[in-house]
């Protein structure tokens, strides 16, 4: 029996409605599941309290309470719809793809302008760097390429600059002249 059966069966138990057959397969299912049996039974006995219950009376004019009360909700909700079309949200809602296209045009037009003035800015450092490239060969020369190749030198050259923990003052006094 599925669990879709079983619910059926459950169901039509408590409101009754049960053939004997449909009696016979919910006693045998209930057998096999001694808790579901103990469920079942607190649900049957619920069912019969609920069912001995008195009707509870309605007044004469319950149908147009309801009517009323639905007829407020439906002009509360009106009244906020309205209050919220005038409202800054609604605007913003409103005018948002022209807002989004008008920021990028102005995020587009502060780039293309930027990037209009960039290259003089390139070209003026580039000049700059060549220029103190010209103030330091003027200053220290070069060394050979026979001195670069050999690495011993090279190594020397740098344990010297590591090591020297003082500053050079006569370098520094005849470079600043």
Known sequence: MSEHEQNELWEKSLRGQLTPKEQA???SWLAGCPD???EWED???LCQVVRQLPDAPVSSNFTSLVLQAVELEQRQAQRAEAVSRTGFVYWL???LVQLTASTAVVALAAVLALRQHQPDA????????AEQMKEMAKVAPVPSVDVLKDFEAIRRLSLTTQNAAEPDLELLAA???
């Open 93 to 95: 809602r409103k005018h």
């Open 175 to 177: 470079l600043q002249q």
């Open 25 to 27: 397969q919910l006693e």
């Open 122 to 129: 390139i070209t003026d450092s580039r000049q700059e760097m």
């Open 43 to 45: 649900e049957v006995a």
């Open 36 to 38: 579901l049996r103990a």
